[in-house]
T-cell receptor
């Protein structure tokens, strides 16, 4: 399974755009890139998923370059409630049956 | 609310006791997963089921741990002879057919072994 590397922590202010980059140099052809968000005392929540180029939903955008060795989660105009841990995962769960979580990026949004 | 439900939310037990947790997945989801999470770490995969079949188990799942999913519906995770190192949040998740990377997690069971 591809290993991911992302910053341990990031700080931002309300109203700013936040970009969290994840490196996954050993990504395989069939692997998807998936991001989850986790608040304290809750289970992770699916945010967005992509395979290549750009994906956008009501919560975030995901940018994936052509070589797919990295990806960037973009959160527009963050608020205090976006303070959470963000996990980048890479895998083909259809084959392996499991997603491997790293330590994630703790995002602290300040007023 | 038809999300993933876990029971109990909190469990305090003494070392050496057995504990059992229950997970009710979203009804049409065929895959069910168990993860364990300790403070400051990401969730660690323990095991998963496709319908009633347990298809993969992590080596983290020692012989004191057993999971079942009778009839492919709810699942139970039992820990026998608990140790202090078992203290963690136990998370259950499910996913629908064809959307395997999109897991829906419950709120977890927080286990404290004294």
């Amino acid at each position: 399974l591809a290993k991911t590397t992302q910053p341990i922590s990031m700080d931002s202010y309300e109203g700013q755009e936040v970009n969290i980059t994840c490196s996954h140099n050993n990504i395989a052809t069939n692997d998807y890139i998936t991001w989850y968000q986790q608040f304290p005392s809750q289970g992770p929540r699916f945010i967005i998923q992509g395979y290549k180029t750009k994906v956008t939903n009501e919560v975030a955008s995901l940018f994936i370059p052509a070589d797919r060795k990295s990806s960037t989660l973009s959160l527009p105009r963050v608020s205090l409630s976006d303070t959470a841990v963000y996990y980048c995962l890479v895998g083909d769960i259809g084959n392996t049956g499991k997603l491997i979580f790293g330590q994630g990026t703790t995002l602290q949004v300040k007023p | 609310d038809t999300g993933v439900s876990q029971d109990p939310r909190h469990k305090i037990t003494k070392r050496g006791q057995n504990v059992t947790f229950r997970c009710d997945p979203i009804s049409e989801h065929n895959r069910l997963y168990w993860y364990r999470q300790t403070l400051g770490q990401g969730p660690e995969f323990l095991t998963y089921f496709q319908n009633e079949a347990q298809l993969e188990k992590s080596r983290l799942l020692s012989d004191r741990f057993s999971a079942e999913r009778p009839k492919g519906s709810f699942s139970t995770l039992e820990i026998q002879r608990t140790e202090q190192g078992d203290s963690a949040m136990y998370l259950c998740a499910s996913s629908p057919p064809g959307a395997n990377e999109k897991l829906f997690f419950g709120s977890g069971t927080q286990l404290s072994v004294l």
